[in-house]
Protein backbone atom coordinates (compact mmCIF):
# COMPACT_ATOMS: atom_id res chain seq x y z
CA UNK A 1 0.00 0.00 0.00
CA UNK A 2 1.61 3.19 -1.34
CA UNK A 3 2.13 6.28 1.74
CA UNK A 4 1.61 9.53 2.15
CA UNK A 5 3.77 11.55 4.57
CA UNK A 6 2.00 14.63 5.95
CA UNK A 7 3.29 17.72 8.47
CA UNK A 8 2.06 16.81 11.91
CA UNK A 9 0.54 20.34 12.51
CA UNK A 10 -0.14 23.82 10.83
CA UNK A 11 -1.37 27.09 11.72
CA UNK A 12 -3.47 29.53 10.31
CA UNK A 13 -4.78 32.66 10.79
CA UNK A 14 -8.94 32.86 10.45
CA UNK A 15 -10.26 34.00 6.15
CA UNK A 16 -6.46 33.73 5.13
CA UNK A 17 -5.26 30.47 2.42
CA UNK A 18 -4.23 27.17 4.06
CA UNK A 19 -1.86 25.06 1.82
CA UNK A 20 -1.71 21.80 3.24
CA UNK A 21 1.40 19.47 1.51
CA UNK A 22 1.45 15.61 1.26
CA UNK A 23 4.32 13.60 -0.24
CA UNK A 24 3.66 10.59 -1.50
CA UNK A 25 6.55 9.84 -3.41
CA UNK A 26 5.62 5.90 -4.33
CA UNK A 27 2.06 6.41 -5.92
CA UNK A 28 1.17 3.70 -8.49
CA UNK A 29 -0.30 5.04 -11.69
CA UNK A 30 -4.03 4.17 -10.97
CA UNK A 31 -3.48 5.69 -6.92
CA UNK A 32 -6.05 8.16 -6.56
CA UNK A 33 -5.14 10.81 -4.25
CA UNK A 34 -8.10 11.50 -1.62
CA UNK A 35 -8.24 14.01 1.22
CA UNK A 36 -10.50 13.42 4.24
CA UNK A 37 -11.12 15.74 7.10
CA UNK A 38 -12.07 15.04 11.04
CA UNK A 39 -13.41 17.72 13.01
CA UNK A 40 -13.53 17.40 16.84
CA UNK A 41 -15.14 14.31 17.77
CA UNK A 42 -16.78 13.35 14.56
CA UNK A 43 -16.36 11.32 11.82
CA UNK A 44 -14.17 11.76 8.98
CA UNK A 45 -15.55 13.67 5.90
CA UNK A 46 -14.69 13.46 1.86
CA UNK A 47 -13.24 16.48 1.25
CA UNK A 48 -11.73 16.22 -2.44
CA UNK A 49 -10.09 13.83 -4.68
CA UNK A 50 -7.77 13.92 -8.07
CA UNK A 51 -6.19 11.49 -9.87
CA UNK A 52 -3.87 13.57 -12.27
CA UNK A 53 -5.34 17.13 -12.79
CA UNK A 54 -5.99 19.74 -10.61
CA UNK A 55 -9.32 19.43 -8.68
CA UNK A 56 -11.53 22.11 -7.37
CA UNK A 57 -15.14 21.94 -5.45
CA UNK A 58 -16.92 23.98 -3.15
CA UNK A 59 -14.73 23.16 -0.06
CA UNK A 60 -11.39 23.08 -1.65
CA UNK A 61 -8.79 22.84 -4.52
CA UNK A 62 -6.83 20.02 -4.86
CA UNK A 63 -2.94 20.77 -6.39
CA UNK A 64 -1.06 17.88 -8.11
CA UNK A 65 2.39 17.73 -9.08
CA UNK A 66 3.12 16.76 -12.61
CA UNK A 67 5.06 13.85 -11.69
CA UNK A 68 1.95 13.39 -8.94
CA UNK A 69 4.30 12.59 -6.25
CA UNK A 70 3.29 15.24 -3.91
CA UNK A 71 -0.57 17.21 -3.53
CA UNK A 72 -1.43 20.42 -1.77
CA UNK A 73 -4.98 20.71 -0.27
CA UNK A 74 -5.70 23.98 -0.51
CA UNK A 75 -8.45 25.80 1.77
CA UNK A 76 -8.96 29.66 0.35
CA UNK A 77 -10.08 31.29 3.10
CA UNK A 78 -10.01 29.03 6.25
CA UNK A 79 -12.35 29.59 8.75
CA UNK A 80 -12.69 28.22 12.78
CA UNK A 81 -14.72 25.81 11.45
CA UNK A 82 -12.01 24.26 8.91
CA UNK A 83 -9.96 23.39 12.30
CA UNK A 84 -9.82 19.45 12.19
CA UNK A 85 -7.21 16.88 11.04
CA UNK A 86 -6.85 17.04 7.18
CA UNK A 87 -5.57 12.78 5.92
CA UNK A 88 -3.93 12.85 2.76
CA UNK A 89 -4.99 9.07 1.35
CA UNK A 90 -3.84 7.15 -1.80
CA UNK A 91 -6.69 4.69 -3.24
CA UNK A 92 -8.12 2.84 -5.74
CA UNK A 93 -4.75 1.33 -7.58
CA UNK A 94 -4.40 -2.27 -8.34
CA UNK A 95 -6.05 -3.64 -5.34
CA UNK A 96 -9.68 -1.89 -5.76
CA UNK A 97 -10.89 -3.15 -2.32
CA UNK A 98 -11.81 0.33 -1.97
CA UNK A 99 -9.44 0.14 1.69
CA UNK A 100 -8.55 3.99 2.68
CA UNK A 101 -5.28 4.18 4.59
CA UNK A 102 -5.51 6.87 7.64
CA UNK A 103 -1.89 8.36 8.41
CA UNK A 104 -1.47 10.83 11.03
CA UNK A 105 -2.62 13.11 9.31
CA UNK A 106 -2.11 17.63 9.66
CA UNK A 107 -4.09 18.47 12.51
CA UNK A 108 -4.74 22.02 11.31
CA UNK A 109 -5.49 25.24 14.06
CA UNK A 110 -7.19 28.08 13.12
CA UNK A 111 -7.00 31.30 14.94
CA UNK A 112 -9.25 33.64 15.21
CA UNK B 1 -32.54 12.60 7.40
CA UNK B 2 -29.01 10.93 8.91
CA UNK B 3 -27.27 9.35 6.16
CA UNK B 4 -24.84 7.06 7.98
CA UNK B 5 -26.28 6.17 11.77
CA UNK B 6 -24.86 4.09 14.62
CA UNK B 7 -26.56 3.04 17.75
CA UNK B 8 -25.23 3.66 20.15
CA UNK B 9 -23.52 6.62 20.31
CA UNK B 10 -21.65 5.57 23.69
CA UNK B 11 -21.23 2.40 24.97
CA UNK B 12 -19.64 1.66 28.74
CA UNK B 13 -19.42 -2.27 29.49
CA UNK B 14 -17.26 -4.76 31.31
CA UNK B 15 -14.49 -7.09 30.19
CA UNK B 16 -15.76 -10.27 28.89
CA UNK B 17 -19.61 -8.51 27.49
CA UNK B 18 -20.54 -9.41 24.55
CA UNK B 19 -21.83 -6.31 22.39
CA UNK B 20 -23.03 -4.76 19.52
CA UNK B 21 -23.18 -1.65 17.70
CA UNK B 22 -25.76 -1.14 14.61
CA UNK B 23 -24.94 1.23 11.59
CA UNK B 24 -27.41 2.01 9.30
CA UNK B 25 -26.95 3.83 6.07
CA UNK B 26 -29.95 5.51 3.98
CA UNK B 27 -28.06 6.42 0.66
CA UNK B 28 -28.48 3.29 -1.05
CA UNK B 29 -25.15 2.62 -0.88
CA UNK B 30 -23.38 -1.15 -2.10
CA UNK B 31 -20.64 -0.99 0.08
CA UNK B 32 -20.20 -0.84 4.17
CA UNK B 33 -17.22 -0.63 6.32
CA UNK B 34 -15.85 -0.34 9.97
CA UNK B 35 -13.33 1.66 11.44
CA UNK B 36 -11.09 1.69 14.89
CA UNK B 37 -10.20 4.76 15.79
CA UNK B 38 -7.79 4.05 19.30
CA UNK B 39 -6.67 6.37 21.64
CA UNK B 40 -4.05 7.48 19.79
CA UNK B 41 -6.08 8.70 17.28
CA UNK B 42 -5.25 6.17 14.14
CA UNK B 43 -7.93 5.36 12.10
CA UNK B 44 -7.74 1.59 11.07
CA UNK B 45 -10.06 -0.30 8.66
CA UNK B 46 -11.13 -3.72 10.22
CA UNK B 47 -13.79 -5.00 7.37
CA UNK B 48 -15.92 -3.90 4.44
CA UNK B 49 -18.62 -5.64 2.90
CA UNK B 50 -20.13 -4.92 -0.95
CA UNK B 51 -23.35 -6.42 -1.74
CA UNK B 52 -23.71 -8.27 1.64
CA UNK B 53 -20.12 -9.90 0.87
CA UNK B 54 -17.52 -9.40 2.80
CA UNK B 55 -14.31 -7.61 0.69
CA UNK B 56 -11.94 -7.02 3.13
CA UNK B 57 -11.30 -8.38 6.73
CA UNK B 58 -8.18 -7.03 8.18
CA UNK B 59 -6.17 -8.55 10.69
CA UNK B 60 -8.75 -8.37 13.04
CA UNK B 61 -9.19 -10.96 16.15
CA UNK B 62 -12.45 -13.64 15.50
CA UNK B 63 -14.19 -11.96 18.21
CA UNK B 64 -15.52 -9.42 16.28
CA UNK B 65 -17.83 -10.47 13.63
CA UNK B 66 -19.57 -8.57 11.11
CA UNK B 67 -23.28 -8.99 10.22
CA UNK B 68 -24.84 -7.41 7.30
CA UNK B 69 -28.56 -8.31 7.21
CA UNK B 70 -28.89 -6.45 4.02
CA UNK B 71 -27.81 -3.53 2.20
CA UNK B 72 -28.09 -0.90 4.39
CA UNK B 73 -27.03 -2.55 7.49
CA UNK B 74 -23.60 -3.70 8.64
CA UNK B 75 -23.58 -4.34 11.97
CA UNK B 76 -20.32 -5.39 14.33
CA UNK B 77 -20.56 -8.08 17.42
CA UNK B 78 -17.83 -8.07 19.64
CA UNK B 79 -17.42 -11.34 22.17
CA UNK B 80 -15.78 -11.41 25.10
CA UNK B 81 -14.83 -7.40 25.38
CA UNK B 82 -11.31 -6.70 26.36
CA UNK B 83 -9.86 -3.40 27.53
CA UNK B 84 -7.71 -2.93 24.50
CA UNK B 85 -10.98 -2.99 22.25
CA UNK B 86 -11.68 0.43 24.03
CA UNK B 87 -12.22 2.44 21.33
CA UNK B 88 -14.30 4.87 18.36
CA UNK B 89 -15.83 2.57 15.87
CA UNK B 90 -17.04 4.30 12.80
CA UNK B 91 -18.84 3.09 10.39
CA UNK B 92 -18.92 4.30 6.65
CA UNK B 93 -20.37 3.33 3.21
CA UNK B 94 -20.00 4.26 -0.73
CA UNK B 95 -21.35 3.42 -3.80
CA UNK B 96 -19.33 1.05 -4.60
CA UNK B 97 -15.69 -0.57 -3.67
CA UNK B 98 -13.88 2.68 -5.21
CA UNK B 99 -16.32 5.56 -4.17
CA UNK B 100 -15.81 8.16 -1.70
CA UNK B 101 -17.05 6.89 1.70
CA UNK B 102 -19.40 8.85 4.16
CA UNK B 103 -19.07 7.97 7.74
CA UNK B 104 -21.23 8.18 10.69
CA UNK B 105 -20.29 9.91 13.71
CA UNK B 106 -18.79 7.03 15.78
CA UNK B 107 -19.24 4.77 18.77
CA UNK B 108 -17.17 5.13 21.22
CA UNK B 109 -16.84 1.86 23.36
CA UNK B 110 -15.15 1.74 26.74
CA UNK B 111 -14.51 -1.60 28.39
CA UNK B 112 -13.91 -1.26 32.13
Known amino acids: DAKTTQPNSMESNEEEPVHLPCNHSTISGTDYIHWYRQLPSQGPEYVIHGLTSNVNNRMASLAIAEDRKSSTLILHRATLRDAAVYYC?????????????FGQGTTLQVKP | DTAVSQTPKYLVTQMGNDKSIKCEQNLGHDTMYWYKQDSKKFLKIMFS???????INETVPNRFSPKSPDKAHLNLHINSLELGDSAVYFCASSPGLTDTQYFGPGTRLTVL
Open chain 1, 89 to 101: ILSGGSSNTGKLI
Open chain 2, 49 to 55: YNNKELI
